[in-house]
């Protein structure tokens, strides 16, 4: 598979098929010198993405560099996660260090994501998320499947009851959802019982925490 | 502790003609007069149902809600806002929205746009943290201060930038934010059947609460 970046010492882009900056989503490509110092491809895409050559990239800007494959922007509960976890010094930007992690993380779910799409539809489809969450470890039932793939549906388009697909940008955050809600439960249920006593206050902590 | 006993909004305005002028509104796209309004149906309702299917289909479908939907500093209502939106006015599940749903959904945005001036007391177009707390408080959520703080920052319509307080909630948001919050209260006092303020639940539950909220 891959995630070819069109952008300055890149690999081409995949041709016909295929996402700008990569698939499924992430960066538009970039053209810029790298500079001495750096892997000159991830500076190269460093400074595509710092648009006001600030030395930082802004929440702004980094909205504004991501797109999922159909070149819709990635929406902004994405974004915030995504500056959540790697604005490590809280800094309100992603200095270039920072962008180095983003960056793999980036393209690690872009692996993740055009694995698990089979039918290069460019969405991520209720089965499909059955197969990558199952391959993840979560087996959940076929109405919280359902629930779960109504609710990060990217297309508002409804045909009958069935959800459509999932783009790249709510298919990152759908997993981290699911990822964190399975390990708050986990730490609540300390008896390994498979329930939890939690209180109203704790409740709406866990719940309004994730992305 | 919870008190959220009734949910927002309030309906203590009067309601029906405030189209726009104000910080959100359903966007104009063309004025041209639309033939074969129902009978009965209020002129203006109808006005702006024709206004907004742009198709001129006879009825709304998502895009064309998603198009017509514009907060007030000029962006378009968030996805999952407009799918909340379709959930709850599409009531026949076709997919779209017809005339008798829209005049549900154009009241229900007329007394948000109410609630949103109401509590945008600086005029700034967004709801900062204060006038959260205000607004929820008024709701009857009696939340506490970490909790109001995460709200805030969720619904925050960009990331916290440095120290400072993160960027206000644009009306989608502060819709959405209100609408999750009651949700999500109301699912716990159905399981706090002794309201103890505690509740014992299994992770499939546990999902289910939280993948059922807008």
């Known amino acids: ?211 | 502790m919870y008190s959220g006993q009734s949910g927002p909004p309030r309906h203590h305005h009067s309601h029906g003609s405030h189209a726009s002028g104000h910080r959100t509104t359903v966007q104009h796209h063309h004025q041209h007069q639309q033939p074969g309004a129902p009978p009965g149906a209020d002129p203006q309702v109808w006005h702006w149902f024709a206004a907004v299917d742009t198709d001129r289909s006879g009825y709304i479908t998502a895009n064309e809600l998603q198009t017509a939907l514009i907060n007030g500093n000029g962006t378009r209502f968030d996805l999952d806002t407009v799918k909340m939106l379709m959930k709850m006015f599409d009531t026949d599940h076709n997919g779209t929205i017809g005339f008798q749903e829209f005049t549900g959904l154009w009241k229900y945005i007329a007394d948000w746009q109410q609630v949103f001036l109401r509590f945008d007391r600086d005029r700034s177009g967004s709801i900062d943290g204060r006038e959260l707390t205000e607004a929820l408080r008024s709701f009857g959520y009696n939340l506490s201060p970490p909790l109001l703080t995460l709200i805030e920052q969720k619904y925050a319509s960009g990331p916290t930038s440095g120290y400072g307080p993160p960027p206000g909630i644009t009306f989608d948001r502060f819709v959405r934010a209100c609408v999750t919050i009651k949700t999500l209260t109301d699912s716990f006092q159905r399981f706090d059947t002794d309201r103890d303020g505690w509740i014992q639940i299994s992770y499939e539950q546990f999902l289910t609460m939280i993948l059922s909220t807008p």
Not at chain 1, 32 to 44: E, F, I, R, V, Y
Not at chain 1, 57 to 74: H, K, Y
Not at chain 1, 134 to 151: A, E, I, T, V
Request: glycine content about 12%; aromatic content about 12%; overall charge negative.
């Open chain 1, 1 to 211: 598979m891959s995630y070819g970046y069109g952008g300055y010492g890149g690999p081409p882009a995949p041709p016909g098929y295929g996402a700008p900056g990569g698939y499924g989503g992430g960066f538009v490509p970039a053209h810029a010198p790298p500079p001495p110092g750096a892997d000159p491809q991830l500076w190269s895409h460093f400074i595509a993405v710092d648009q006001d050559r600030s030395g930082a990239i802004s929440a702004v800007e980094l909205e504004r560099a991501l797109v999922n494959g159909n070149w819709t922007p990635f929406d902004l509960d994405t974004v915030k996660l995504l500056m959540n976890i790697f604005d490590t010094d809280r800094s309100g930007t992603i200095g270039f260090n920072e962008f180095a992690g983003l960056w793999k993380y980036i393209k690690d779910w872009q692996n993740v994501f055009a694995h698990f799409d089979r039918d290069r539809s460019g969405t991520i489809d209720e089965q499909e998320m059955r197969n990558a969450l199952g391959q993840f470890g979560y087996n959940l039932s076929p109405q919280l499947m359902h629930l779960l793939q109504m609710k990060f549906a990217s297309d508002l388009r409804t045909t009958g009851r069935a959800a459509n697909g999932i783009s790249f940008d709510r298919f990152v955050r759908a997993c981290v959802v699911v990822k964190q809600i399975t390990d708050s439960f986990r730490r609540l249920d300390t008896d390994r019982d498979g329930w939890v006593q939690i209180n109203y206050d704790q409740f709406m902590h866990t719940v309004l925490s994730l992305p």
